[in-house]
T-cell receptor
Framework: KAGVTQTPRYLIKTRGQQVTLSCSPISGHRSVSWYQQTPGQGLQFLFEYFSETQRNKGNFPGRFSGRQFSNSRSEMNVSTLELGDSALYLCASSPGTAGPNEKLFFGSGTQLSVL | SQKIEQNSEALNIQEGKTATLTCNYT??????LQWYRQDPGRGPVFLLLIRENEKEKRKERLKVTFDTTLKQSLFHITASQPADSATYLC????????????FGSGTRLSIRP
């Protein structure tokens, strides 16, 4: 089975722009979650989608949003970029049916730099 | 406030020794605790999961303990090898109306030959 695929791998944007990141989960997985990783804050949960519905949400401003399509692929959007949004954005997939009893399969991430 | 702390930012040990990493938490009631390994430029990789009613879990050279009284998990790598060098993250799944996962900041482990 192919792993979790995130595109693009690297992205450079300027302040005020918006960005869309893409994640293709492992085939058969219905849950996709997104995380922001920075040296200062570590790995922080953004949100989780299951069967096209946002199931859980972390403590991030409304500029961060996402969606999931019927084929379970997910996109994350950040509007009005700020310098502090520079981070590695990771996507993880899981079957989504066993709650906390599931391991997460992570992609390699999208490294976003905001100038 | 709610916190997860991993014992140190970096740990250096000699090959062949046992590496012990610590994950402490406060003000959480976790349902499950997971450990992940992360290599530079890659996403975390799942290693082990332990439930709140389990004391210990093993997988090959890895062992995890979970003490809900001390609010602490210990992660051991026995017979450590240079290939074990990586950052190790603990993650708590919390009981709440919606499942939520909280990650520790990680410990960078270096195994010297």
């Amino acid at each position: 089975k192919a792993g979790v695929t995130q595109t693009p791998r690297y992205l450079i944007k300027t302040r005020g722009q918006q960005v869309t990141l893409s994640c293709s989960p492992i085939s058969g997985h219905r849950s996709v979650s997104w995380y922001q990783q920075t040296p200062g804050q570590g790995l922080q949960f953004l949100f989780e989608y299951f069967s096209e519905t946002q199931r859980n949400k972390g403590n991030f401003p409304g500029r961060f949003s996402g969606r999931q399509f019927s084929n379970s692929r997910s996109e994350m959007n950040v509007s009005t970029l700020e310098l502090g949004d520079s981070a590695l954005y990771l996507c993880a997939s899981s079957p989504g049916t066993a709650g906390p009893n599931e391991k997460l399969f992570f992609g390699s991430g999208t490294q976003l730099s905001v100038l | 406030s709610q916190k997860i702390e991993q014992n140190s930012e970096a740990l250096n040990i000699q090959e062949g020794k046992t590496a012990t990493l610590t994950c402490n938490y406060t003000n959480y009631s976790p349902a499950y605790l997971q450990w992940y390994r992360q290599d530079p430029g890659r996403g975390p990789v799942f290693l082990l999961l332990i439930r709140e009613n389990e004391k210990e879990k093993r997988k090959e050279r890895l062992k995890v303990t979970f003490d809900t009284t001390l609010k602490q998990s210990l992660f051991h790598i026995t017979a450590s090898q240079p290939a074990d060098s990586a950052t190790y993250l603990c993650a708590l799944w919390l009981y709440s109306s919606a499942s939520k996962i909280i990650f520790g900041s990680g410990t960078r482990l270096s195994i010297r030959p």
